[in-house]
C-alpha cells in the first residue's frame, strides 16, 4: 500500500510538467462543466446586480423610455454575436464583422444616392453582409486559411474598401422611411431593432439548442476531425456559419446605417473587438463546442447596461473600454483560477 | 534543379522578387522615387513597423498572438512624453528607460496570463488592447503632449543622422541583427521555434513552452516600449489614439514574411521583408497617384494572399516530406 501511496504522490507532480501544451486547446472541459453550466446563472446575478446598481446610482435610469433608449446600444452588436457565437463554437473567429458593416453602410449609401427606395437600399445591405460572408466562408473553408489572419485580412479589406470609396466623404441621404429600421417602434416602447434581437436570439437558441445543426456545430467545435468522421460535412457547415454571420453583420448595418442616418467609413470602429467581447463573455469558448445562446444574450444585457449606467453617470467612453477589457479577462480568468485552486485543492486533501 | 525550385519558394526570395516588381512599377510612373535616399527614407519609415512586428514574429512562432502591441506603445510612449514633459532637464535615456520598462512590464503581464492561467493569447491581449489603451487615456487625462512641451534632445536623438541614416533606421537594424543572431544562435531563440513547432516534442526536449511563450511577449513589450517612444518623438506629438489599430498592419508584415500563424515557421529577414512591403506600399501610393484611402484594401488583399501562400507553402512542405522518406525505399531492394 504504501509503494502504492508514493506512487500516487509521485504521480501529479510528474503529470504536472508532463507534455500538457498549453496552446494545444483544451477540449476536456469535463472538470469545468460545473463551473460553466452555471455560468448563465452567474450572468444573471451580475445582471441584477448592475440593474440595481444603476437605478441607485441614477434617478433617471428606471424610466421604461429610457430602459428602451439603453437597448439601442447593444441591439446591433448583439445581433452580430448571436450569429458569431456559432463561428466560434464551430472552433473559428470572424474578427471581419465591423468592416463588413462598413462596406454593407457603404453600399446602401450608394444604392440610396442612385434615388432607390427604402426596401432596395435594406437589401443592398443584406446583400452585401451575405456576399462578404461568402467571401470569409470560401477563404476559410475552400482555401482552408486559419480563420483568424483570413478575417484579419479581409477586416482590412472590407473597412478598405468603404475608405477606397468613400474617403473623408459620407453618405448623407437616405430615401422616406429607411430609418424605420433603426428608429422604428414596433409597439409603444418597444423598438424594431429590440424587437428583431429577441425574434433572432429566440430563432439562435432554437436551432443551437434544439436542432441537429445546433448539434453539429458544438460537434464540429470539440473535435472537427471526429464530428468529419461522423458524417458532418464540417466544411459546408462552417461556411454557412460565415455567410449567417455576414447576413448578420449586413442586418446590423442596415439598422446602424438606419439608426445615424449616415454613413462614413469609420462606421462602428473598433465594434469588432466589442463583440468578440460579447460573444466570449457570454461564456463561449473561444476554443470552441462549449457555450450557449442565453449566456450570449445576457452577456449583451450585461455590457449594454454597463456601457449605458456609465454613460448615464458621465463616465468617458475610453473607461468603459477598460471595463470591458477587464471584464473579458477575468470572465476567462475565473474558470482558469477556480479549475487552479480546486486543483490545488485536490493535492492537499490526498496528502 | 529542385534547390532552385525551393529557393525560388523561398518567402525571402519570393518577396525580394515581389518588391523588385513593385519598385519597377513604381519606377516607370515615378522615376524619382527609386533612389538611394527615398528607399532609405522609406526604410526609415518603416523601422518602427519593422521592430514591432520582429517582437509580433517572435510571439506568433510560439503558436500565440499579441493584439495589444499598439495600445501598449502608445501607453508607453504617452508616458515617455509625459515624463520628458514634467521633467525637461532629464537626460533623454530616462524616458526611453521608462517607457522600456513598462513596455517590458506590460508584455510580461500578458505573458504572465497566458502562461499561469493558461488562457488563449487572442482574448488576453484582446482585453489588455482596451485596458492599456483605456489608461494611457487616464494617464494622461485625454490630454495631448505638443511638441513645446517635449526638450529638444528627446526630440532630436532618432533623427540625428549617422552615416547617412537617422538613428531610428540604425536602430531597427540594431535590433534586426540582434533578432537574427537571437533567434539563430541563443537556446531561447530555439526554443521559439520548438515550442511552436511541436510543443510536445519540446517538453521532451527539456523546453518549457511556457517560459517561451512568455519570454516572447517579454520582448514583444519591450520592444512596443521601446517604439513607443520612437513614435511619440518621430511625430512630435503623443496622444490616446496613438497608433490605433496598428497592431494589425504588424500580424500582417510577420505573416506576408511567411511567419505561419500555426506557429514554429518564420524567418526574421522574412518579418523584415514583410514588413518593407508593406512599408514600401504605403510610401509609394501617394507618389504614383492613388489615393492613400485605398490603402488598407491593399494591405488586406496583400495579407489574403500571403497567408493563401503561406498554407500552399506549408502543404507542400507536408509533401516534400513525404517524397524524401519514398525515394530511398524504392531505391533499396525489396
Known amino acids: 500500500m504504501t509503494s502504492l501511496d508514493t506512487a500516487a504522490s509521485l504521480g501529479p507532480s510528474k503529470t504536472a510538467k508532463a507534455p500538457v501544451p498549453r496552446r494545444i486547446p483544451d477540449r476536456g472541459g469535463s472538470r469545468l462543466k460545473s463551473v460553466l453550466a452555471s455560468w448563465e446563472f452567474l450572468l444573471l446575478l451580475l445582471f441584477i446586480a448592475i440593474f440595481t446598481a444603476n437605478s441607485f446610482a441614477s434617478p433617471y435610469f428606471l424610466d421604461v423610455w429610457n430602459l428602451s433608449d439603453a437597448t439601442f446600444n447593444f441591439t446591433e452588436k448583439a445581433i452580430v454575436a448571436l450569429a458569431l457565437a456559432f463561428v466560434i463554437l464551430s472552433g473559428e473567429i470572424d474578427i471581419s464583422v465591423a468592416g463588413i458593416i462598413a462596406l454593407a453602410s457603404t453600399a446602401m449609401g450608394a444604392v440610396a444616392l442612385a434615388g432607390q427606395p427604402a426596401p432596395v437600399v435594406a437589401l443592398a445591405g443584406l446583400g452585401v453582409g451575405l456576399a462578404c460572408g461568402a467571401f470569409n466562408g470560401f477563404l476559410v473553408t475552400v482555401l482552408q486559411l486559419p480563420s483568424i489572419v483570413a478575417t484579419i485580412g479581409t477586416m482590412s479589406l472590407f473597412r478598405g474598401l468603404a475608405y477606397g470609396f468613400l474617403g473623408d466623404g459620407a453618405y448623407t441621404e437616405y430615401p422616406d422611411g429607411f430609418d424605420t429600421f433603426g428608429q422604428g417602434y414596433v409597439w409603444e416602447w418597444l423598438s424594431f431593432e429590440f424587437t428583431a434581437f429577441l425574434v433572432l436570439a429566440i430563432l439562435a437558441g432554437v436551432v443551437l439548442h434544439g436542432t441537429t445543426v445546433g448539434r453539429k456545430v458544438r460537434a464540429v467545435g470539440f473535435n472537427p476531425e471526429a464530428a468529419r468522421f461522423s458524417g458532418i460535412r464540417v466544411a459546408r457547415l462552417k461556411f454557412w456559419l460565415f455567410v449567417a454571420t455576414g447576413l448578420a453583420a449586413g442586418l446590423a448595418s442596415v439598422m446602424l446605417t438606419s439608426r445615424l442616418g449616415s454613413t462614413r467609413p469609420s462606421i462602428a470602429g473598433g465594434w469588432e473587438l466589442e463583440i468578440v467581447t460579447m460573444v466570449v463573455l457570454g461564456g463561449v469558448s473561444i476554443n470552441g463546442g462549449v457555450g450557449s445562446i442565453p449566456g450570449v444574450v445576457l452577456a449583451a444585457f450585461v455590457m449594454g447596461l454597463v456601457t449605458f449606467g456609465l454613460g448615464l453617470l458621465n463616465v468617458p467612453g475610453i473607461i468603459m473600454s477598460i471595463v470591458t477589457g477587464a471584464m473579458l479577462i477575468a470572465v476567462i480568468a475565473l474558470p482558469a483560477l477556480v479549475k487552479r485552486v480546486s486543483a490545488v485543492r485536490a493535492k492537499g486533501a490526498r496528502r | ?334
Do not use: H
Request: hydrophobic share 55%; charged share 10%; proline share 4%.
Open chain 2, 1 to 334: 534543379m529542385s534547390e532552385i525550385r525551393s529557393l525560388l519558394k523561398a518567402r525571402e526570395v519570393l518577396l525580394l522578387l515581389a518588391g523588385a516588381v513593385l519598385l519597377a512599377l513604381i519606377a516607370s510612373r515615378a522615376p524619382n522615387f527609386v533612389t538611394g535616399a527615398n528607399l532609405g527614407n522609406v526604410f526609415t519609415d518603416t523601422s518602427i513597423l519593422i521592430i514591432l512586428a520582429i517582437g509580433q514574429g517572435a510571439v506568433i512562432l510560439t503558436r500565440s498572438i499579441d493584439l495589444s502591441v499598439a495600445a501598449n506603445l502608445a501607453l508607453s510612449g504617452m508616458a515617455a512624453a509625459m515624463i520628458d514633459a514634467t521633467y525637461p532637464d532629464l537626460p533623454v535615456i530616462v524616458p526611453i528607460l521608462a517607457a522600456c520598462g513598462l513596455g517590458l512590464v506590460l508584455g510580461a503581464i500578458n505573458g504572465t496570463l497566458v502562461r499561469a492561467l493558461g488562457l488563449p493569447s487572442i482574448v488576453v491581449t484582446l482585453g489588455t488592447l482596451t485596458i492599456y489603451r483605456g489608461l494611457a487615456f487616464v494617464l494622461s487625462g485625454g490630454a495631448w503632449v505638443n511638441s513645446f512641451q517635449m526638450s529638444p534632445d528627446f526630440l532630436a536623438l532618432p533623427r540625428t543622422v549617422v552615416f547617412g541614416l537617422p538613428l531610428l533606421a540604425w536602430t531597427a537594424i540594431l535590433v534586426i541583427v540582434l533578432a537574427i543572431l537571437g533567434f539563430r544562435y541563443t537556446a531561447a531563440g530555439r526554443a521559439l521555434f520548438a515550442v511552436g513547432g511541436n510543443p510536445v516534442a519540446a517538453v521532451y526536449a527539456g523546453i518549457d513552452p511556457g517560459r517561451a511563450m512568455f519570454r516572447a511577449f517579454c520582448l514583444s513589450g519591450l520592444l512596443a516600449g521601446l517604439c513607443g517612444y520612437l513614435w511619440v518623438s518621430r511625430f512630435a506629438v503623443a496622444y490616446v489614439d496613438l497608433a490605433a489599430g496598428f497592431e494589425l498592419d504588424v500580424i500582417a508584415a510577420c505573416v506576408i514574411g511567411g511567419v505561419s500563424i500555426a506557429g514554429g515557421i518564420g524567418s526574421v529577414p522574412g518579418i523584415v521583408l514583410g514588413a518593407l512591403f508593406l512599408g514600401l506600399i504605403k510610401n509609394a501610393l501617394p507618389v504614383v497617384g492613388i489615393s492613400p484611402f485605398w490603402q488598407m484594401t491593399i494591405s488586406g488583399a496583400v495579407i489574403i494572399a500571403a497567408v493563401t501562400l503561406n498554407a500552399r507553402a506549408e502543404k507542400s512542405r507536408g509533401r516534400v516530406i513525404l517524397k524524401r522518406i519514398d525515394a530511398p525505399t524504392t531505391g533499396a531492394p525489396a
